[in-house]
């Protein structure tokens, strides 16, 4: 009997094979397209030759103007039938060809008929497909019936026309706002996709008035939403509001937390769970306001419905990166996960428990994670690799056990991403736990003896380099290296040939075997491979002899530049062959970046002092020169920090206004170029008030206005706060304030009698990254080493939804304000973690280096490990509290 079964099995998975749309062609299409115009209509055969025109439409099939025109006037035919189901599919292919405005009116008449249609079906779709045909034009004809629609008894016509508004909300914005007593009638509604819609839409409506959101949530969280989906909406509102609102500082409570913990309570899974998450995405949230959300999360571990396993798992897995103390009262249920079906929910079990889990429970995790890692696929595979990392810098005594896991995975199959995290992996825990160099080298060299990714072996063998000639016994890795040499491709020969001539120059016992080795590269057949051997035997040993590497030919040939890559490759290009030979000498030490905020700057050109410097360095010599010549200023001491010019007016107005930002130790003073564009008018004695109301600490000192402002001639007016200890930020409101006085051009006199004026300019922040100069080093890794870990803070952070991890990293130093180095600023594609290094100096003229450490933790959650390093503990915990706030 077994026979059978199998064969029916089996010609029930060709059936599934089979697809419909096999082979049909867009011709052949168009050519059954002609049944539309028969006299007597097939409902069935014209709705499959629509289904056809539809799945070639989805599958990205063009059609020319003429094919779609043809398509369009005879589908506009088949209006005549009354077929029900075949007029579905009419509307579903008149929204997707799109017609042009002027084919639209064709089919208008049969629409506005159909949506006054006593069958609520037909309603329903016209009223969705004529929004997304007409223009602002013809909406206005059919507003009236779209208000009623939206206030109709029938849920499937109300929700037709909310979502038709959500469309046309894109379109036509002024015409959908008046809709607002019909939609707040509808979030009443006691059909939930009504109500879920109606509610979104009047959020989209008033999304760009924050005091009509903050009302909108404060009326809906008394427990008018019945809807679970409306109520997930709400949740997420009464998020925003909450961040926008920030903590009452008067009593500690946060806005709206009762509301959410009363979520918890809810009989809706899905309002249960949105209500769990919200609470642990809060800013700056308390264990106290975390616990309800943990234990409910922790009842979802045990539920027999995977996608709330998931969810949960999931959840607590982004917790874990900030509050992994508040997780571990979950540790057994998520133990039980590990065996989990689903492979996803597993390994966020183990991911999770990998954070939260102590010093004794690493043995008993890593059995089990070992039985685990052949049935993931490699991206599930790089997710645990990186939690075993961070396991292994937590818990240093544990390296032995953790790095044989990785290297025993690293000989096992897998794509280069997953390769390549274990590795990078391997090669951090080497450079943070020195008694784990040793074994750390040894397997590496193991790997790349099989190893068929040339990035990975150049890297390792970089590595080697690197890390070997310091070990107690550097011979022993000579033979996997000269492997290389004889074995590999081009590049990676390239690269162990450049390895080699390391071990020569850093290990005198070594030299000899390794001159015999580079004297055989000589014959090599790749130039790149014979050049460098021919280099390196001749800079190590000079006149022939064997003689002891001067720290000359070493520092040549293995030390960092003493310059930029971005400055030596411009004066490179810039170098014209002559007899004079190139100077490195002669290429600047100092990136000269532009900021982009200068790059963006559109206004008036600006002259005099008004008119920034060329190049870093002249721009603040000139402008510190010039304030102190200000007696007002003159007492502020060396000027920190200027900004690049912020414009705070738009570009083509009558006063062209920006601003720059000068930061003293204890001081700001902000400097506002001003231009007037008004031949017939003179300004005078003007001044900007500045309300500092949003910047708390910051005291007005002194106010430095300007006497006169002639047409087309720049000037400046400055005001002058003292800041308070510490970090501080905040907001600046400006109006400029002048007295207008009328011009006669012929002539240019200027009349006695003038008009007091204002005009309202932009607001001007102070940001962490006003605080922070760019500066680079030649070589991180020496300089990081220099400063010690006397200094040192390091803490993990979740960084929440990102669109990639690219975005995350230009975040973050965008928020430092921190000059990247060695090119760690980008981020190679589908990476799924990422190492960028930053420098700076710190007001105060305090030296800061950073390494942030990002990896994806979760579909685009990216989780980042921050190592500040300064020469001021207080600047180091100020660089996390940047961050933390950030």
């Not at 299409?29 to 539309?36: G, I, M």
């Not at 004695?685 to 109301?693: E, H, K, M, P, R």
Request: one cysteine or more; charged letters at 25%.
């Amino acid at each position: 009997m077994a026979q059978p079964l199998i064969k029916k099995d089996d010609d029930r998975d060709d059936e599934a094979e089979y697809s419909p749309f096999l082979g049909i062609e867009k011709g052949a299409v168009l050519q059954e397209a002609r049944v539309f115009h028969d006299p007597q209509l097939d409902p069935r055969r014209c709705s499959q030759v629509i289904t056809k025109l539809l799945y070639l439409l989805n599958q990205g099939e063009s059609f020319t103007k003429v094919e779609a025109t043809e398509v369009f006037f005879a589908v506009t035919k088949l209006f005549q039938s009354k077929d029900i189901g075949l007029r579905r599919m009419v509307y579903l292919i008149i929204k997707e060809l799109s017609p042009s405005s002027d084919e639209v009116i064709i089919v208008t008449s049969s629409l506005m008929k159909d949506m006054n249609s006593k069958s609520d079906m037909y309603r329903a779709n016209a009223i969705r497909v004529l929004c997304r045909i007409i223009d602002g034009t013809l909406l206005t004809q059919i507003e009236r019936y779209l208000k009623q629609a939206i206030v109709d008894k029938n849920p499937v016509v109300a929700s037709a026309a909310l979502v038709s508004g959500i469309h046309l909300l894109q379109t036509n914005p002024e015409i959908v706002k008046r809709w607002g007593n019909e939609v707040q009638e509808a979030v009443q509604s006691r059909a939930a996709l009504v109500q879920f819609h109606a509610l979104a839409l009047l959020h989209q409506i008033r999304q760009n008035d924050r005091l009509a959101v903050s009302k909108l949530v404060t009326s809906l969280t008394k427990g008018t939403v019945r809807s679970p989906l409306a109520q997930c909406l709400l949740i997420r509102y009464t998020c925003q509001v909450i961040r926008e609102t920030g903590v009452n500082t008067p009593t500690g409570d946060r806005p709206f937390y009762d509301y959410l913990e009363g979520c918890l309570r809810h009989k809706a899974e899905m309002v249960i769970f949105e209500a769990a998450r919200a609470i642990t995405e809060l800013s700056g949230v308390t264990n106290r306001e975390l616990t309800p959300a943990i234990t409910v999360l922790q009842l979802f571990l045990s539920s027999s419905k995977p996608v709330l396993r998931f969810a949960a798992v999931r959840t607590l897995n982004k917790v874990a990166m900030t509050h992994p103390l508040a997780v571990t009262n979950c540790n057994i249920d998520m133990e039980s996960l590990i065996s989990d079906q689903n492979r996803s929910i597993a390994t966020l079990a183990i991911t999770t428990l990998l954070k939260t889990g102590n010093e004794s429970s690493v043995d008993r995790l890593m059995k089990q994670i070992t039985n685990f890692m052949s049935d993931i696929a490699d991206e599930f595979k790089i997710v645990v690799v990186d939690a075993i990392r961070s396991l292994c810098l937590k818990f240093p005594l544990k390296y032995r056990s953790l790095m044989n896991f990785l290297s025993n995975i690293l000989r096992e199959e897998g794509g280069f991403e997953y390769k390549k995290a274990i590795v990078d992996s391997i090669v951090i825990l080497i450079r943070h736990i020195p008694d784990a160099k040793e074994s750390g080298l040894f397997h590496l060299c193991e790997f790349i003896e099989d190893c068929e990714f040339t990035y990975l072996s150049t890297q390792i063998l970089h590595f080697l380099g690197d890390e070997g000639p310091k070990t107690s016994d550097p011979s022993k890795y000579i033979r996997y290296i000269y492997n290389r040499v004889i074995l590999e491709n081009a590049t990676v020969r390239s690269s162990a040939v450049s390895t080699l001539a390391k071990y020569g120059a850093l290990v005198e016992s070594l030299k000899p075997r390794v001159f015999i080795l580079l004297n055989r590269c000589l014959f090599d057949s790749d130039d790149e491979v014979r050049d460098r051997a021919t280099l390196y035997l001749n800079t190590l040993r000079g006149d022939g002899s064997e003689a002891e590497t001067n720290s000359e030919a070493k520092e040549f040939l293995f030390g960092s530049l003493d310059v930029p890559l971005v400055n030596l490759e411009k004066s490179l290009k810039n170098y014209e062959p002559s007899e004079e030979a190139f100077d490195i000498d002669s290429v600047p030490k100092e990136v000269k970046s532009q900021p982009l905020a200068e790059k963006k700057a559109t206004g008036k050109k600006q002259t005099g002092l008004g008119a920034p410097p060329a190049g870093p360095k002249p721009v603040v010599d000139a402008y510190e020169k010039t304030l102190s010549s200000i007696p007002e200023f003159s007492s502020f001491g060396k000027l920190f920090k200027s900004s690049a010019p912020f414009e705070l007016t738009e570009a083509e107005t009558e006063y062209a206004v920006n601003v720059v930002k000068h930061i003293f130790d204890d001081h700001v003073v902000f400097q506002y170029n001003c231009t007037n564009t008004i031949p017939e008018q003179q300004l005078e004695n003007v001044t900007v008030i500045v309300d500092a109301s949003e910047a708390e600490g910051f005291a007005e000192l002194a106010v430095k206005p300007l006497t006169a402002l002639p047409y087309d001639s720049p000037g400046q007016t400055y005001v002058a706060f003292e800041k308070p200890e510490g970090l501080a930020f905040g907001k600046f409101s400006n109006t400029l304030r002048f007295i207008v006085k009328e011009v006669d051009t012929s002539t240019g006199d200027v009349e006695d009698d003038g008009v007091e004026d204002e005009y309202q300019l932009e607001d001007v922040e102070i940001v962490a990254a006003d605080y922070m100069l760019k500066i680079g080093v030649s070589n991180f890794r020496n300089a990081w080493e220099g400063m010690g870990p006397e200094c040192e803070k390091v803490d993990e952070y979740g960084l929440g939804v990102r669109e990639s991890l690219a975005e995350a990293v230009s975040a973050v130093i965008n928020i430092l304000g921190m000059q990247p180095c060695e090119g760690t600023e980008v981020v190679p594609s589908n990476s799924r973690s990422h190492t960028c290094l930053l420098s700076g100096v710190f007001v105060g003229n305090v030296k800061v280096l950073v390494r942030l450490s990002f990896g994806i933790d979760g579909p685009k959650q990216v989780a980042m490990k921050l190592a500040v390093r300064s020469e001021d503990e207080a600047v180091s915990d100020a660089i996390h509290d940047i961050v933390a706030s950030g």
